[in-house]
């Protein structure tokens, strides 16, 4: 690997050539990863992308112009002091966030280049031609803002923030709730039978521990497992198993933990409160997120929850 301060003009040259052409398929890439759910957004990287092509061509006519018509491959990871980039380009379906931030820092990256590869060059064609690309980058920002008020329409924002919201709630919402609700519930009876049967709080807990993470391993690969998001637009499926094995195996901990407490009747008390709150949650989730009606949410979930502890303190008792 070269340092910076090793490099020819030529050398100079080639590296900018070969960062702008990266930029712009980075460009290219975020407005097809784009498209499908935020046209308008694409667009934007679209014309963001055609400004790369543009700096691209310039750069190459000097090079040659100067130093013939065979321009050396410098990559970015051939020279020391440039940023590893995570290729969030190459996730499917893109998030706004994350695409306006990587633009940003790809484009204060490219601008201190040009201003450190100007500070370094003698030819006043090759300087003043990196000066002016180094301007155009800062103006970037502001011409970013001037396409996003071009093409971003009130509406249009509105509209590809319901879509951001539909996204969030399908790839992240349903599958942690799905988890939540299975650990909250479904561990009730045999955390509660085990404390009614011993009334020994640490076997209650090693019993809820156990049920906890095998139903959050277990509802993780049955998530990951059920489709892989191509159809359904759901995601990457391992982030959905992920996100549903550790909500699920959080809502068996949650009502676990209480059993830590050396008193059995503290100890009940407290996980009685946790459960509450657990179920409360809930509630809450599906009515914020899934647009239930808080009742009915209610309803649900707390019928769901007590027959399942009834179910538990029965068979402890028998």
Known sequence: MRSF?????????????????????IY???AEGLRENFPAT??????MRDEESG???RL??????????????????????FVNRRPVWLVRPLGLETVRAQGAAMEAETRRFYEKASARTHDPAIRQLLDDLAQEERDHQNRAEELIEDKLSPTVKHEEEEARRRLFVLQIVQPGLAGLMDGSVSTLAPVFAAAVATHNPWDAFRVGLAASVGAGISMGFAEAL????????????????????????????GHTLPFLLPQ?????????????????????????????????????????GAMVFVTGLLIGSS
Not at 12 to 24: G, Q, R
Not at 60 to 81: A, S, T, W, Y
Not at 265 to 274: D, E, L, W
Request: net charge negative; proline share 4%.
């Open 42 to 47: 694409a667009a934007i990287m679209d014309a």
């Open 226 to 253: 059920s489709d892989d998001g191509s159809l359904t637009g759901r995601g990457h499926p391992w982030v959905r198993g992920i996100v549903c094995g550790l909500m699920t195996a959080l809502g068996g901990i």
């Open 264 to 304: 059995f009747r503290v100890a009940m008390s407290a996980a009685i409160a946790v459960v509450v709150v657990e179920l409360g949650v809930i509630t809450w989730i599906r009515n914020r997120y899934m647009e239930t009606p808080p009742f009915s949410a209610a309803v649900q979930v707390g019928l769901g």
């Open 5 to 25: 301060e090793s490099l020819t003009e030529p050398e100079i040259l080639a590296l900018a050539i070969s960062l702008e052409e990266e930029d712009e398929r």
């Open 55 to 57: 700096h691209r061509r």
């Open 60 to 81: 190459i006519e000097l090079f040659r112009q100067k130093f013939g018509n065979h321009i050396p491959l410098i990559r970015r990871q051939d020279v020391r002091g």
């Open 28 to 30: 290219a890439d975020f």
